[in-house]
């Protein structure tokens, strides 16, 4: 089983003059419990190298069991510090990809031409795609082989309005996840905030904030096997 984790390579939270980057438990949680389920996986990311790290994801009191292990794992360490670069990566080599977030796909992964192309010939060939929190804002451009955003008509989630506006950056960021999806024509449904929640809807698997990471990871398997 060979699974394709893609990060972001953005930095910059907007004018700010803050730090960005992706969310560290949203990495850490599904990227070990696809290690530890026997898959494969691979890092890639736009820029290639280390991505960036949103600072407040390394914050004590975010940190989970999953992050934990991360920090005294030198070797997944060495993984992330070396990540390929996307336009290297052919969704021929793959069974599945998953976008973890963090601000940071917002700015970067959202327009990415080799990640849209990536998302469209993965799901073009039958196989599942899975973002969480901010990463589903990737699909917004995402088209099917006959022009129809993937999104439209699918069941999805992603960070919400009110998630966005509770941690102070519904002005900063270049557009809410949920408005994009919902604006693509995706049947867009959430639980309270902070909870976690997943949809699954044929090759789609969205997640809708940090909590739903390792529910979106057990989900992409489930649908592998």
């Known amino acids: 089983m060979q699974i394709l984790m893609i990060l972001t390579s953005h930095g910059k939270l907007g004018n700010t003059g803050k730090k960005t980057g992706f969310w560290l438990e949203e990495f850490a949680a599904p990227y070990y419990f696809f290690k530890d389920s026997g898959a494969k996986v691979t890092l890639a990311?736009?820029?290639?190298?280390p991505p960036p790290l949103d600072p407040k994801s390394d914050d004590p009191a975010v940190q989970t069991e999953a992050t934990r292990?991360?920090?005294?794992?030198?070797?997944?360490?060495?993984?992330?510090?070396?990540t390929l670069k996307l336009d290297e990566v052919s969704a021929d080599d793959f069974d599945a990809v998953f976008y973890p977030g963090g601000h940071g796909p917002l700015w970067d992964l959202a327009k990415d031409a080799s990640s849209i192309a990536l998302i469209e010939a993965m799901l073009a060939a039958g196989k599942p795609v899975a973002a969480v929190c901010h990463a589903p804002g990737v699909l917004q451009h995402a088209k099917t082989p006959d022009g129809t955003p993937v999104v439209k008509g699918k069941s999805v989630t992603g960070f919400t309005n009110s998630e966005e506006q509770a941690v102070g950056l519904t002005e900063v960021v270049p557009f809410l996840?949920?408005?994009v999806l919902k604006d693509g024509g995706g049947e867009y449904s959430k639980a309270a905030d902070w909870q976690p929640y997943v949809v699954i809807d044929g090759l789609l698997i969205t997640g809708q904030n940090p909590a739903s990471s390792e529910p979106a990871a057990k989900a992409l398997l489930e649908k592998l096997a």
Do not use: W
Not at 45 to 49: E, F, K, N, R, T
Not at 72 to 82: G, H
């Open 45 to 49: 990311s736009p820029l290639g190298g």
């Open 69 to 82: 292990r991360f920090k005294a794992d030198y070797a997944a360490q060495a993984v992330l510090a070396s």
């Open 177 to 179: 996840v949920e408005d």
